[in-house]
């Protein structure tokens, strides 16, 4: 696993409750937690555990094409869904999202669906932006009425210059299904 995995992983870990708003309104609030085992509590006390927060970045909903099968594989049946185009918009950014993306999707066998979509938005003035988004999408085991888990890790890259400020920050994310139209919403947001 590289460095870049670990980190990734272990931020979705953490901000997966932040992306879902959950977080508190001002950073200063502390987490009531405190460690027990001597070896980290002195540092654990003297370092205040400050929860992240997040702030909405965009929306955008994607116009998909039909699922491609692509056959079961020794970690789960593997699936393909073409991003065929959409739009996007936030405070600061906004634009449409470019045909040719794809969602390439794992069904693992404890039901769970592991995404990771590669995909190209055009700003309204013309920019280009990359973005790979790695969701982890599951129906929630207890209790049995809870919301669909659909939360994600976003990496953005951006050309230097307007829209520089997005290669900045880490960024997390929600998926929401559209049924039975052949869209999803996806908001990301940035972990601040």
Not at 93 to 102: D, F, K, Q
Not at 137 to 164: F, H, M
Not at 176 to 189: D, M, W
């Amino acid at each position: 696993m590289t460095d870049r995995a670990s980190r990734r992983d272990a931020l979705a870990a953490i901000f997966a409750t932040a992306a879902l708003g959950t977080t508190p309104a001002r950073a200063e609030e502390r987490a009531p937690w405190k460690a027990t085992d001597p070896a980290l509590a002195a540092t654990s006390a003297a370092t205040p555990l400050v929860l992240p927060h997040t702030e909405f970045v965009y929306e955008a909903i994607f116009d998909l094409a039909p699922t491609l099968q692509l056959g079961m594989s020794p970690f789960g049946d593997r699936r393909m869904v073409p991003i065929t185009g959409g739009r996007f918009q936030g405070p600061q950014i906004a634009g449409r999202v470019l045909p040719g993306g794809a969602d390439r999707q794992l069904v693992r066998r404890d039901g769970a669906v592991a995404l990771d979509a590669t995909y190209e938005l055009e700003t309204d003035d013309g920019v280009v932006v990359s973005v790979r988004n790695r969701v982890l999408s599951r129906q929630p085991k207890e209790p049995a009425n809870a919301t669909r888990y659909a939360v994600s890790t976003l990496e953005i890259v951006a050309p230097e210059g307007r829209y520089g400020w997005l290669n900045d920050w880490i960024y997390v994310g929600t998926l929401h299904g559209l049924r039975p139209r052949p869209n999803v919403l996806i908001r990301v947001y940035k972990v601040a």
